[in-house]
C-alpha cells in the first residue's frame, strides 16, 4: 500500500458567519459559530485517509482541548498521529474565519503564541508521497533529504525565500496566485489569460525541474503538458464559503499521484473535489466523498 506523510502546520478553525464586516471599535456577538481541525498539510493527511490511503500526519499541537480535537478527528479516520508533537508552553494555533454571507469571501486571522516547529523527524517507516504545505522548511528540507525517492508536493500560498527555496526541492509545486505574484513582484490579473500565460513562463523559468499547477480559485488550474500550457477549468457550483478549498485541491490532486492517475486526471480531481467544497462551511467539513468525486469524473471524461 502507497504510504503518505504530511507534514506542516495544524490549527483549530473556529468560523463565524456575518452579513457585514465588524466596524472598527464595535463590539459584535455571535452564536452561530463552526469549529473544526485545519492547517493545509493536516487537512491533506485527514482527507487521503478518508479517502482510504494510509496516511501519517507531522505536526505540533498545544496541550489543550483544541489539539486534543484535532488529534481525535485525524484518528477518527485512520491518520496516524505517532509523529505530533505537543507543545506544553504555547497553545494550538487558532484560525478565526469570518466568512461574508454576500459575497461568500472568507477572511482569515491565524493567531498564536508561536508558530511552533517539529524538534524530532526520525520517522521509521519510508513514505512514498510527501505533502508539505512550507509552514516548517527546515523539517521539510530534512525530511526530502532523508527519503530522496519519495515523491513530494509542496502546497505554496504565500512568498517568503524560505518557501521558495524548498520549492526548488520539490517534485510538484501547486501554488496559489499569491505566491506567483509576491514571487515574481507583480499584480496578476486572474481573469487575464495572457497575464496568466506569462507568469507561468516566468515562474517556469525559476523551477524548470518542478511540474507547476497554479490554482486559481473559481477558475480552475493552470498548468503545462508536453510543453503546452493548459487551464483545467473549475467545477461550478453555488458558493456558501470558499475556505479550505486550496487545501481540498492538493488533497484531491495529493491522491491522485499516489494512485498513479496522470498529470491532468490529478488535476481534474483537485478541481472537482474543490468545486464541491463550496457547498459547506469549515473547510474540514466541506471535504468530499471519494465517490461523488469519481462519479463526477467519469460523467465528464
Same mark, same amino acid.
Given at each position: 500500500m502507497i504510504k503518505t506523510l504530511s507534514l506542516g502546520q495544524a490549527n483549530y478553525d473556529i468560523y463565524v458567519n456575518v452579513d457585514d464586516y465588524p466596524k472598527e471599535g464595535s463590539k459584535d456577538r455571535f452564536i452561530n459559530k463552526i469549529g473544526c481541525g485545519g492547517g493545509t498539510a493536516c487537512n491533506v493527511a485527514y482527507m487521503l485517509a478518508k479517502w482510504g490511503i494510509s496516511s501519517t500526519f507531522a505536526g505540533v499541537i498545544g496541550n489543550d482541548v483544541y489539539g486534543t480535537r484535532i488529534r481525535k478527528e485525524l484518528e477518527s479516520v485512520g491518520v496516524d498521529t505517532r509523529y505530533i508533537e505537543t507543545s506544553y508552553e504555547k497553545d494550538t494555533v487558532l484560525s478565526f474565519v469570518l466568512?461574508?454571507?454576500?459575497?461568500?469571501?472568507?477572511?482569515?486571522?491565524?493567531?498564536?503564541?508561536?508558530?511552533?516547529?517539529?524538534?524530532?523527524?526520525?520517522?521509521?517507516?519510508?513514505?512514498?508521497?510527501?505533502?508539505?504545505?512550507?509552514?516548517?522548511?527546515?523539517?521539510?528540507?530534512?525530511?526530502?533529504?532523508?527519503?530522496p525517492k519519495a515523491v513530494t508536493v509542496l502546497r505554496a500560498t504565500r512568498f517568503?525565500?524560505?518557501?521558495?527555496?524548498?520549492?526548488?526541492?520539490?517534485?510538484?509545486? +501547486?501554488? !496559489? %496566485?499569491?505566491?506567483?505574484?509576491?514571487? *515574481? /513582484?507583480?499584480?496578476?490579473?486572474?481573469? @487575464? +489569460?495572457? !497575464? %496568466?500565460?506569462?507568469?507561468?513562463?516566468? *515562474? /517556469?523559468?525559476?523551477?524548470?525541474?518542478? @511540474?507547476?499547477?497554479?490554482?486559481?480559485?473559481?477558475?480552475?488550474?493552470?498548468?503545462?503538458?508536453?510543453?503546452?500550457?493548459?487551464?483545467?477549468?473549475?467545477?461550478?457550483?453555488?458558493?456558501v464559503d470558499t475556505s479550505g478549498c486550496g487545501d481540498i485541491f492538493t488533497g484531491a490532486f495529493s491522491y491522485g499521484i499516489a494512485s498513479n492517475f496522470t498529470l491532468e486526471k490529478s488535476i481534474k480531481y483537485g478541481n472537482i473535489a474543490a468545486g464541491l467544497a463550496v457547498r459547506v462551511v469549515g473547510g474540514r467539513l466541506s471535504i468530499p466523498k471519494l465517490d461523488e468525486v469519481n462519479k463526477i469524473y467519469e460523467k465528464n471524461n
Open positions: 466568512v461574508d454571507n454576500k459575497n461568500k469571501v472568507p477572511t482569515t486571522f491565524d493567531v498564536a503564541d508561536e508558530f511552533v516547529k517539529l524538534k524530532k523527524f526520525d520517522f521509521d517507516f519510508q513514505p512514498d508521497l510527501v505533502v508539505l504545505d512550507g509552514n516548517d522548511t527546515y523539517a521539510s528540507k530534512s525530511t526530502i533529504e532523508r527519503f517568503n525565500q524560505d518557501i521558495a527555496n524548498l520549492a526548488l526541492k520539490v517534485n510538484y509545486l +501547486v501554488c !496559489s %496566485l499569491d505566491f506567483v505574484s509576491g514571487h *515574481l /513582484k507583480t499584480v496578476i490579473d486572474s481573469n @487575464n +489569460v495572457q !497575464s %496568466l500565460v506569462n507568469a507561468y513562463i516566468e *515562474l /517556469k523559468n525559476r523551477y524548470e525541474h518542478q @511540474n507547476i499547477i497554479i490554482t486559481l480559485g473559481n477558475n480552475g488550474a493552470m498548468y503545462m503538458v508536453d510543453d503546452q500550457i493548459k487551464i483545467s477549468p473549475s467545477l461550478k457550483m453555488d458558493v
